[in-house]
């Protein structure tokens, strides 16, 4: 739970203007008798009645820290909002009393008599410790924040489900790997899922590989939503699959989830946010682009199965390519309609694109060490020929992407295998001496030129068309 980032150079950016359409300062306030601090950033041009968003950081960070790693900031300038990042008394967050939470009142009264905020549009989201004080705060914070979303942790001594008097819109993201609050010993899916039981949610959706909506997302996941559809409160958990080493750590690209999911709530009996029609408009033009481009990108005919699929799309494309509107709320149905056409062909995309790469790589592998004894024989060369042959779908498995993710990962699983048998066999002729000063050789013998084939680097297989 304990942050260790540099600080890095955002303090220089303090008190002054940046190139990027936004300021920041170190603001103070007191509370309860002490002098507190918080990092705000605003854009350059900043609306009346904007919302506000507060991010608390996890033990042992600080404010500069965590918006370094965040980036929520960089948004401020198109989505107009100010940004504030509180910093803790010390080294800790007070997850069981109330100074805190007093702290993060006096946060938004002076974001309020500064900046005039929207106080109908405050949100809260924490990294860690700081996601651990947001739940601990929930159940008496329901009349100032109109959605939470708590980041890598949960307040686990506690059930904040239980005490609360009202429904709430949260979502946590949170990698599967955590290696603070690991996922099935503190059993995050459940504690969220309580969440969408007090809401008494009435429709539950989960997406497989989902990537976040930036559009520069390098790790995939699964998001799951609770909704009560009467009165439209949500729960929503994204648990992803990160890959680095320090999978505890706040992911830049998960800010840009975690402010379209916030931004659409707000305070009273209308908890939705009415966009403006240029926001509804450019979020209907997006989804539009999505579309064709998803239907185009499967014109080939490794997606003939998802020919139903690109159908919805085109039908989608159809109805709505020439649509326009005065009305702001005319868009939501059409812009959700097309994403999840969209959405739909993109995952059959993402499974059949994976399927035949894991093919292709299993194919290229077999003929390379196809008349290579040392390798042909293998218990594991062997194997990989049984699973090419079993793993050539028909088509009637070819349109189940649960088979498609079956047979890719098996395929990938074992060509990682025989890949590690022989990077540990060419390791044991390279380590010759006589080898060592020649011209690299495969393990068949034969001259590596580099051309095409599978190369093998410290163990990876790197597939490369002839």
């Known amino acids: 739970m304990r942050q260790r980032f540099g600080i890095g150079l955002l303090l220089l950016l303090l008190t002054a203007t940046s190139a990027w359409g936004y300021k920041s300062e170190k603001i103070y306030v007191n509370s309860g008798g002490k002098q507190r601090n918080m990092l705000v950033y605003t854009p350059d041009v900043l609306p009346d009645n904007c919302p506000l968003f507060i991010t608390t950081h996890g033990m042992g960070g600080n404010s500069e820290n965590q918006a370094e790693h965040d980036r929520m900031y960089e948004l401020v300038d198109t989505a107009k909002f100010v940004m504030c990042y509180p910093r803790a008394d010390g080294d800790y967050w007070d997850i069981s009393g109330t100074k805190d939470q007093n702290f993060i009142i006096k946060v938004i009264d002076e974001m309020a008599a500064r900046y005039n905020i929207n106080r109908k549009r405050v949100y809260w989201s924490g990294f860690s410790m700081g996601s651990m004080l947001l739940f601990h705060c929930m159940p008496n914070m329901l009349d100032k924040i109109a959605a939470f979303a708590p980041t890598s942790g949960i307040q686990f001594s506690e059930s904040p489900w239980e005490r609360c008097s ?35 949610y009435t429709k539950y959706e989960k997406v497989t590989g989902y990537r976040t909506q930036n559009g520069t997302s390098w790790f995939d996941g699964d998001r799951e939503l609770w909704l009560n559809e009467e009165t439209k409160h949500e729960v929503v958990l994204y648990s992803y699959n990160y890959s680095g080493k320090g999978s505890h750590t706040p992911v830049a690209e998960n800010s840009y989830e975690i402010w379209n999911f916030c931004k659409r709530f707000q305070l009273g009996d209308n908890i939705i946010v009415t966009p403006t029609l240029e926001e509804a408009r450019d979020e209907f033009l997006k989804a539009l682009g999505a579309a064709r481009d998803a239907y185009e990108g499967t014109a080939g005919p490794d997606y003939t199965t998802a020919e139903p699929l690109r159908a919805s799309v085109k039908e989608q494309i159809e109805k709505y390519g ?47 060490y196809a008349d290579q004894p040392t390798c042909n024989q293998t218990a594991t060369y062997l194997r990989m020929v049984s699973h090419y042959e079993y793993y050539d779908l028909p088509e009637k498995y070819l349109i189940r992407d649960a088979k498609l993710i079956t047979a890719a990962e098996a395929l990938d699983e074992i060509a990682d295998r025989f890949v590690k048998e022989i990077a540990t066999a060419i390791r044991a002729i390279r380590s010759s001496p006589a080898e060592d000063r020649a011209a690299v050789f495969d393990l068949g013998g034969r001259h590596s030129d580099g051309k095409g084939g599978i190369r093998i680097v410290n163990g990876k297989k790197y597939f490369a068309r002839q």
């Open 166 to 200: 009202k429904k709430v819109n949260v979502m946590e993201c949170i990698a599967y790997n955590d290696n603070a609050f690991n996922y099935n010993k503190y059993g995050i899916r459940s504690y969220m899922e309580h969440f969408g039981q007090m809401n008494q």
């Open 322 to 368: 020439d649509f326009e509107s005065a009305d702001s709320t005319a868009y939501l149905v059409p812009t959700r309609s097309i994403n999840m056409a969209t959405e739909a062909l993109t995952y059959r995309k993402d499974n059949l694109d994976h399927y035949f790469a894991a093919r292709q790589c299993v194919k290229a592998l077999i003929d390379q």
